[in-house]
């Protein structure tokens, strides 16, 4: 005969962190055809990581995704910046935008 | 999370070209048109084109300066592709000049055996230089009629004599659909310019162009 004892539940969760804001700037805002244009993406986190988090964004012209970038957001920061240039080789006008998910895990 | 929008305006590099015409050392004013951009100037005349793109400008063949009639020499900057069509690259911004030059009667002229010669038939392309190349070597560029535009061939060349005569002869041919060159349609329509270099450094003149149609 054996007696079974009473049952723990663990629940394992993730450490994750919310990504509370995706600023992007553009170094200039007007260019004429063949020339590129250095961005930077600012991804703000909440709370502060214990550890590194890395956190993708992927980068829209027109609504068509053209390229991804990571930006690092040190450990015990609540911020972090990551960088990439556009070629524009026809004339028009073109609207970017970065987009990363809402919740990173580290 | 998406972030905010940046808006970025792309827009072309514009190259002025300006344009002036010269009756041997004088400026004149000429009237032309524009093919490409479309547009009607008098020289001198600035045009601003796309950078990298071409500029294409009629320019008249002949005129009158002085009472002697003057025709296109000498194109600085530019090409004369014949019948006064002047082509330009507006790669940087320039002057490109045409220089009219007085025109001897028999000198400076081309002639064509036929214009609408039969296949096989015997064509001649002649005519007189003046004054004579130093290099005495003039060229035949050969361009095919292609779907919509003319499609340059090899060339041809020759010597002239001590007089400035030039003759090239060949028999008349259609050019049969080749992919990679104009695989649509067979090129009965030929464009022929005679080309040639007055003294050695200086840019080619065009000493005249026809236009042939082959037929069957």
Request: glycine share 8%; charged share 25%.
């Amino acid at each position: 005969m054996t007696v079974k004892s009473n049952v723990i539940t663990v629940k394992v969760v993730s450490r994750e962190v919310s990504i509370t804001k995706v600023e992007l700037e553009a170094d200039k805002t007007e260019v004429y055809v063949g020339e590129e244009v250095g961005f930077e993406v600012t991804v703000t986190v909440s709370p502060a990581p214990e550890r590194p988090v890395t956190v993708p964004a992927d980068i829209y012209v027109n609504g068509e995704k053209k390229a991804s970038v990571t930006v690092s957001v040190p450990a015990g920061g609540t911020t972090g910046r990551g960088y990439f240039n556009l070629l524009f080789t026809e004339p028009g006008t073109y609207e970017v935008y970065a987009e990363t998910p809402d919740k990173m895990p580290f | 999370m998406k972030s905010n929008v940046v808006t970025i305006t792309v827009k072309e590099r514009l190259i002025g070209l300006t344009f002036r015409a010269f009756a041997d050392t004088t400026e004149i004013k000429v009237k032309v048109k524009g093919i490409k951009p479309s547009g009607e100037w008098e020289t001198p005349f600035t045009v601003e084109a796309p950078e990298g793109s071409t500029v294409e400008v009629q320019f008249p063949l002949e005129i009158v300066f002085n009472n002697m009639p003057h025709t296109i020499g000498l194109v600085e900057y530019g090409a004369h592709v014949g019948e006064g069509k002047i082509v330009a690259i507006a790669s940087m911004p320039r002057e490109v000049i045409v220089h009219y030059e007085r025109k001897i009667p028999g000198c400076n002229e081309i002639r064509v055996s036929s214009t609408t010669p039969k296949v096989g038939e015997e064509v001649i392309i002649e005519g007189t230089i003046c004054p004579v190349p130093e290099n005495r070597n003039v060229q035949l560029i050969r361009y095919y009629w292609c779907r919509d535009h003319y499609r340059r061939a090899s060339d041809l060349w020759t010597t002239c004599n001590d007089q400035g005569y030039f003759r090239f002869q060949f028999r008349a041919t259609i050019l049969e659909p080749v992919p990679g060159y104009c695989n649509i349609v067979a090129s009965q329509k030929q464009r022929y310019i005679v080309r040639y270099q007055r003294r050695v450094g200086e840019p080619p003149r065009t000493l005249g162009s026809v236009t042939i149609t082959v037929y069957r």
